[in-house]
């Protein structure tokens, strides 16, 4: 009967995994305009254009230095800056979605309509990621803004940092989805996402820090374990897309560029997209085994 | 009056031939005879000589052999005091066997050839040119497919000036021969020199060479300078080589006015000295090398090493001293942006104290200059514990620019308690940067890609926005007056029939059926616990209903 009622619709079908275009796009417009209603991505947007755009203009002041183009102090703060930003801002969207939903038991109308499982989830995820790419847009814009202004900096090397940044951002969203998944409440959903954040912003780090001064470990043993946070791949990338070389990082950085030599870029953009993709196929899959309620 | 503009001509065709990149260099720079004593013997393809070798034979000491274009055998071995002089770049060319040509007559010339394929042993020294005399000259040639470039042996003030040189493009940088290298050969000059991609430019034991203008890109080692005393390095430019100016147990050095940009190889220093002393740096900029200056057991003995009004900037590190290097003065120079400004390494750890430091600019010094004398009234204390730790153990660099690195320095900053160390201390710095001197000044770049990058990620960024105000509205209203969607037939928006529900085993619903029109409106009406949710739940396809459902169309 229904086929008899309904205009055929873009329904895309992969195995038991259905999904109609459709409300995928009317679910991530939604969602877009949800999180741009927000004042903290706003507050987050505003705080990254802000010391971005400053950060990109300390260095470029006086004495002629600023052509020289080297790869200072100022670019290191800013790849700092994105580093607290970008998954802090993909953490705490991605954790705020699901959960936030849930708790104003908008989920479960939207549930009870006729979309399936895949369209909210995946449509969710869209708006989000959309809407968490606009906001850092907005800051790297506004620096590139100020940048060209002051004839510095190199197209190719910025877009670099660039994408980078937005795979870094999508990681830490989808971590924040399978967080917003399982938590009931939105005020627990952003708690362990902050603590998530801690870990990889600072304790993961420190860890490493602590075992490379104690164990001296190999260079590949200490690549490797750089290469399990995506914040240090992230690093690895921008550094390497600025300098075309990974000296600076010393001896596990010389060791990337020898042994990966020119697919080092591409294996870490796919290390960050893989995050990526694992953290939302295993949040989808919690979100299509929980209960309704 | 003639002579002197002539003189004048000659010196802005030989200025514009050596400030001009290679292939500019241009023979006409060199046409016209020279104050030659002796005759003048012309071979060209079409005579009156047709080989350089007859012409060499038939000449003369003082004589001056001039060369029109065309393409000659070599090898050529100069044994007169003679001046070559091409004309309309003239070929030599040895087919890739031993050494092309050879000056070895003192005072014998070499001007304005292209020489090409040489041999390929380099124990052989297999060479495009090679200087075996007293004040033999090199001048304005081109060199290409040779395995060493000029090879200056045992040739006391020989000239070697104004050529481009490469070597065999084929091999591999180690592989390849040196550009220059010079051998016992004292007072030797060598300036206006362009040679890129070759291995090294090799000064050893020579005294007094002076190496002025020169322009070395893309090499192993920029210069390395070994057993040569009073050696002069002037207003040399050494682009992206893997070592800049390398000096070993060379006394009474002067290094000053180079642009030393972008060495990168492993070590990557701009400016290295290993047991040296009476060492002059001044007037130099150095940017974007692994490190600025690098000092193993400099000075070396009783003696100085002063280091004046260099620009060091953007470098990993600005200057690494090694715990033996003691007695260093570092007076008015710029420390701008390095990753590191100054760096100890070794074992031991030096005393702070053991180098001089004045003056000098520090681009993170966070003082403050009250008085206005241009100096900050508080020292300036190059004090960073996660850099004393990247000193002590290099591998933790993987963790430079990280918050956690950031983390430990706001914890020393904050806690006196992990204070660190003072790796050295300017106790008045300089709060002006010295301004980048002409010769370093960077081009202005039309910066039009990072104005479209800036135009393209604000646009994005804004049509986002945009589009979620005022698009999804339009899309939800497209699809609802989409025509063929609305419900054909009876009318018929909603059909549910046994719907069930339980709540582990207390069923709340049992097979429920109702159905509802099109502009019907349906009430549920009953006591707290009647089951009003789960029925209005359940006219979806939520799963923890059981029921056979007719969805047909819910606009919600």
């Known amino acids: ?293 | 009056m003639v002579v002197i503009l002539h003189a004048l001509a000659h010196a802005l065709a030989l200025a514009l031939a050596l400030f001009t990149p290679a292939p500019a260099l241009g023979s006409d720079a060199y046409t016209g005879p020279r104050a030659a004593a002796g005759n003048r013997l012309v071979v060209s393809p079409a005579g009156p000589y047709t080989s350089i070798h007859a012409a060499l034979a038939n000449a003369r000491d003082g004589d001056t052999i001039e060369v029109r274009g065309g393409s000659y055998r070599g090898p050529l071995v100069i044994d007169k005091v003679v001046t070559l002089h091409g004309v309309g770049w003239p070929v030599i060319d040895n087919g890739g066997q031993g050494t092309v040509v050879t000056l070895a007559s003192p005072g014998a010339t070499l001007r304005g050839f292209e020489v090409r394929g040489s041999g390929v042993e380099p124990d052989q020294d297999h060479a495009g040119i090679t200087l075996t005399a007293p004040r033999v000259v090199a001048e304005g040639n081109r060199l290409r497919d040779v395995l060493f470039g000029i090879y200056v042996a045992n040739a006391p003030n020989a000239v070697v000036r104004g050529n481009d040189i490469t070597s065999k493009p084929e091999y591999e940088q180690g592989r390849k021969g040196d550009g220059i290298r010079l051998w016992y050969s004292p007072n030797a000059l060598v300036e206006g020199n362009t040679v890129h991609e070759t291995r090294d430019v090799v000064i050893w034991y020579s005294e007094g060479v002076v190496l002025r203008q020169n322009s070395i890109e893309r090499g192993r080692y920029g210069v390395h300078l070994m057993y040569c005393n009073r050696a002069r390095i002037e207003r040399n430019r050494l682009l992206d080589n893997s070592v800049g100016i390398f000096t070993m147990y060379s006394d009474d050095t002067i290094v000053r006015e180079n642009l030393i940009r972008g060495q990168r190889g492993p070590s990557g220093y701009a400016l290295g000295f290993k047991d040296s002393v009476n060492v002059d740096v001044h007037d130099n900029v150095l940017v974007d090398n692994r490190a600025g200056v690098f000092l193993d057991n400099t000075p070396f003995g009783q003696g100085y090493a002063r280091f004046e009004r260099n620009a060091l900037a953007f470098n990993d590190v600005g200057v690494i001293l090694l715990t033996n290097a003691r007695g260093n003065t570092f007076a008015r120079n710029t420390f701008w942006e390095n990753v590191e400004q100054v760096s100890i390494q070794g074992q031991g750890g030096a005393a702070a104290s053991v180098n001089t430091w004045q003056g000098n600019y520090w681009s993170d010094y966070t003082g403050f200059d009250a008085d206005n004398d241009g100096h900050g009234e508080v020292p300036y204390h190059s004090e960073r514990l996660f850099e004393n730790m990247t000193d002590r153990v290099p591998s933790l660099r993987a963790l430079i620019y990280s918050p956690a690195a950031q983390a430990v320095e706001f914890a020393a900053a904050t806690f006196p308690v992990m204070r660190p160390q003072p790796k050295m201390t300017d106790a008045a710095p300089s709060t002006h940067p010295m301004l980048l001197p002409d010769f370093a000044a960077p081009q202005q770049r039309n910066n039009a890609g990072m104005a479209a990058v800036a135009a393209a990620l604000l646009a994005g960024s804004g049509l986002c926005a945009t589009l979620a105000v005022i698009g999804e509205g339009r899309l939800t209203n497209r699809q609802n007056d989409a025509p063929g969607r609305a419900v054909v037939g009876q009318g018929v928006m909603l059909q549910v029939e046994q719907l069930t529900k339980q709540y582990g085993k207390t069923e709340v619903l049992r097979r429920v059926s109702f159905e509802a029109a099109r502009g019907e409106a349906l009430a549920l009406w009953g006591p707290n616990g009647a089951g009003k949710t789960p029925t209005e739940l359940s006219s979806s396809r939520l799963r923890s209903m059981r029921a056979r459902l007719q969805y047909i169309r819910c606009t919600p």
């Open chain 1, 1 to 293: 009967m229904s086929s008899a009622v309904r205009k055929p619709r873009k329904l895309t079908q992969w195995g038991v995994f259905t999904m109609d275009l459709t409300f995928v796009w009317v679910i991530a417009w939604r969602e877009l305009r949800e999180a741009l209603r927000h004042k903290w991505l706003w507050f987050f947007a505003t705080g990254f254009a802000v010391l971005a755009l400053a950060l990109s203009q300390a260095g470029l002041a006086t004495a002629g230095y600023a052509g020289l183009g080297g790869f200072g102090r100022t670019a290191a703060s800013l790849i700092n800056v994105i580093l607290l930003f970008a998954p802090l801002i993909g953490l705490s969207v991605g954790a705020g979605t699901l959960a936030g939903d849930r708790e104003r038991g908008t989920l479960t109308y939207l549930m009870a309509q006729p979309v399936s499982r895949a369209d909210i989830f995946w449509g969710k995820a869209l708006g989000a990621a959309v809407a968490v790419a606009s906001a850092l847009a907005l800051g790297f814009g506004l620096a590139a803004l100020g940048l060209a202004a002051a004839r510095a900096g190199r197209a190719t090397v910025y877009l670099s940092l660039v994408v980078y940044t937005f795979l870094l951002a999508f990681a830490a969203l989808a971590m924040g989805f399978v967080i917003g998944t399982l938590a009931r409440k939105s005020a627990a959903a952003i708690g362990v996402a902050l603590v998530v954040w801690l870990v990889l912003v600072f304790a993961g780090d420190l860890g490493v820090m602590g075992v490379t001064v104690s164990l001296r470990p190999s260079p590949d043993a200490l690549l490797a374990m750089l290469l399990v946070n995506p914040l240090q791949v992230f690093k690895l990338g921008a550094v390497y897309g600025l300098r075309a070389t990974l000296d600076t990082l010393g001896v596990a950085g010389q060791y990337a560029v020898f042994r990966f030599g020119a697919a080092l870029p591409w294996l870490l953009a796919g290390l960050l997209a893989g995050w990526a993709i694992l953290c939302f196929g295993l949040a989808y899959a919690l979100f299509n085994r929980r209960g309704d309620l």
